[in-house]
C-alpha cells in the first residue's frame, strides 16, 4: 500500500488565488512527521513546511499553512496568494519515528501550474 | 545559509562504468541520505547514513551500490557497473540530528546521470 498518496498530478491555479494541495498518509506509528518540499523545473529540492502528528495547532510558513487532519490522516498544504514562481512540482512526504533510518517517504508529487 | 553541495550536476557514463556521484552535507549536520528519482517519478529513498555506518538501505541499494564518508566532508555514493535504469536524478540530504521529528532534510540540487 502506499503510504503518501498526492491523488493530484497537475492543477492550474489563477495568480493571486489561493490553492490546496492534497496529500494523504498511512502509517501505524504514533509519531510521525509531514513535510512538503517544492521542485521547481531546475531540480533542486526545498523544504516548505513541517508538520507534526502531535502538533496541536496547523503548521503556517509565509503563504504556506497546513490543513492538518489526523483522524483523516490528511495533510494538505495551502498555498495563499499565488505566484507565476510558485509554479512547480510539490512532494507530500513522511518520517516516521519507527523507521531506523529516518528516510522521508514520498508521494508522487502535484505539479502546480500558475496562469497569469 | 549553509547549503547541502553536490558534484557534477551532470554526469554521462557508458554502461557497465562505475561512477561515483559526490556529496558535501551540511557541516554541522550528522544524517546523510541518497535517494534518486527517476524522470517523471517520485523520489525514492536509497540509504541513510549515521555515525558511518549504514543506518538502512531500500531494495534498490543492492550491491551495486555503495556510500562512503572519506573524510569529514564529503558523502560519495557509487554505482559499480551501471545499468541504463540506474539513469535518474539522485539527490544527496542531510539532516542536523537527533530523533525529533521536525527537523528537515535538506536536499543538495542533485546530479543527473545519464547512462548510455
Known amino acids: 500500500a502506499q503510504k503518501i498518496t498526492q491523488t493530484q498530478p497537475g492543477m492550474f491555479v489563477q495568480e493571486k488565488e489561493a490553492v490546496t494541495l492534497d496529500c494523504t498518509y498511512d502509517t501505524s506509528d504514533p509519531s510521525y512527521g509531514l513535510f512538503w518540499y517544492k521542485q521547481p523545473s531546475s531540480g533542486e529540492m526545498i523544504f516548505l513546511i513541517y508538520?507534526?502528528?502531535?502538533?496541536?495547532q496547523n503548521a503556517t510558513e509565509g503563504r504556506y499553512s497546513l490543513n492538518f487532519q489526523k483522524a483523516r490522516k490528511s495533510a494538505n498544504l495551502v498555498i495563499s496568494a499565488s505566484q507565476l514562481g510558485d509554479s512547480a512540482m510539490y512532494f507530500c512526504a513522511m518520517r516516521e519515528v519507527n523507521n531506523a533510518g529516518n528516510m522521508l517517504t514520498f508521494g508522487g508529487g502535484t505539479r502546480l501550474m500558475v496562469k497569469p | 545559509e549553509p547549503e547541502v553541495t553536490q558534484t557534477p550536476s551532470h554526469q554521462v557514463t557508458q554502461m557497465g562504468q562505475e561512477v561515483i556521484l559526490r556529496c558535501v552535507p551540511i557541516s554541522n549536520h550528522l544524517y546523510f541520505y541518497w535517494y534518486r528519482q527517476i524522470l517523471g517519478q517520485k523520489v525514492e529513498f536509497l540509504v541513510s547514513f549515521y555515525n558511518n555506518e549504514i543506518s538502512e538501505k531500500s531494495e534498490i541499494f543492492d550491491d551495486q551500490f555503495s556510500v562512503e564518508r572519506p573524510d569529514g566532508s564529503n558523502f560519495t555514493l557509487k554505482i559499480r557497473s551501471t545499468k541504463l535504469e540506474d539513469s535518474a536524478m539522485y539527490f544527496c540530504?542531510?539532516?542536523?540530528?537527533?530523533?525529533?521529528?521536525?527537523?528537515?532534510?535538506?536536499f543538495g540540487d542533485g546530479t543527473r546521470l545519464s547512462i548510455l
Open positions: 508538520q507534526g502528528s502531535y502538533d496541536q
Open positions: 540530504a542531510s539532516r542536523i540530528g537527533g530523533t525529533v521529528l521536525n527537523q528537515p532534510q535538506h
